[in-house]
């Protein structure tokens, strides 16, 4: 019986600590974003985005020259200001709007993100925007649907991103975020 009680107080004292490993995180919140493990396998398409290989966003830049090209890719924020862990490249002619596929914003990076994009687009819902981050990354999946919820309507998913392109052998530019906020 001793023996029982010391594995029983055993397992309730290990309770918070199973619990607190961030398996009991939701991967989706309320209102359909992801929100934890963002670099595992994305599904085939985003609604209501088209998905875009890449041959077919070389085709879209060539027909569509106004296409925007929008980086979602992290970037550490911490006393104010971006930390640059490593260098980052991304697709020539892009606007690096860091950290705004996470699947919960604050009112500030929310802000930064629809500022951003109205300014990018000079307030046009139907200009074609293309997102993207790496492959297997949910953070362009997500930034499609934020900007759906903001009215843009002609979206684009560039779902294996980054990687994709480079393993094409397409050229990458050095990059830094859009200043926040």
């Given at each position: 019986m001793k023996r029982f009680l010391a594995c029983l107080t055993c397992l309730v004292l290990a309770l918070p600590v199973i619990a607190d490993d961030g398996a009991d995180?939701?991967?989706f919140?309320?209102?359909?974003y992801r929100q934890t493990r963002y670099r595992s396998p994305t599904p085939a398409q985003v609604e209501p985005a088209r998905t875009l290989d890449?041959?077919?966003l070389q085709a879209q830049l060539a027909a569509h020259p106004d296409t925007l090209l929008i980086d979602v890719y992290r970037r550490p924020w911490l006393h104010g200001?971006?930390?640059e862990e490593e260098p980052h490249a991304n697709l020539p002619g892009s606007l690096w709007l860091a950290n705004t596929g996470d699947g919960h914003l604050s009112p500030q990076w929310q802000a930064?993100?629809?500022r951003n994009l109205h300014e990018a687009t000079g307030g046009q819902p139907d200009r074609p925007l293309v997102f993207y981050c790496r492959s297997d990354c949910w953070l362009s999946w997500n930034a499609v649907k934020r900007a759906a919820a903001l009215g843009y309507?002609?979206?684009y998913w560039y779902r294996d991103g980054i990687d994709a392109w480079e393993q094409a052998g397409l050229p990458l530019t050095p990059a830094r975020p859009q200043p926040f906020p």
């Amino acid at each position: 019986m001793k023996r029982f009680l010391a594995c029983l107080t055993c397992l309730v004292l290990a309770l918070p600590v199973i619990a607190d490993d961030g398996a009991d995180t939701a991967l989706f919140s309320s209102d359909g974003y992801r929100q934890t493990r963002y670099r595992s396998p994305t599904p085939a398409q985003v609604e209501p985005a088209r998905t875009l290989d890449t041959e077919q966003l070389q085709a879209q830049l060539a027909a569509h020259p106004d296409t925007l090209l929008i980086d979602v890719y992290r970037r550490p924020w911490l006393h104010g200001r971006f930390v640059e862990e490593e260098p980052h490249a991304n697709l020539p002619g892009s606007l690096w709007l860091a950290n705004t596929g996470d699947g919960h914003l604050s009112p500030q990076w929310q802000a930064y993100f629809s500022r951003n994009l109205h300014e990018a687009t000079g307030g046009q819902p139907d200009r074609p925007l293309v997102f993207y981050c790496r492959s297997d990354c949910w953070l362009s999946w997500n930034a499609v649907k934020r900007a759906a919820a903001l009215g843009y309507n002609n979206l684009y998913w560039y779902r294996d991103g980054i990687d994709a392109w480079e393993q094409a052998g397409l050229p990458l530019t050095p990059a830094r975020p859009q200043p926040f906020p």
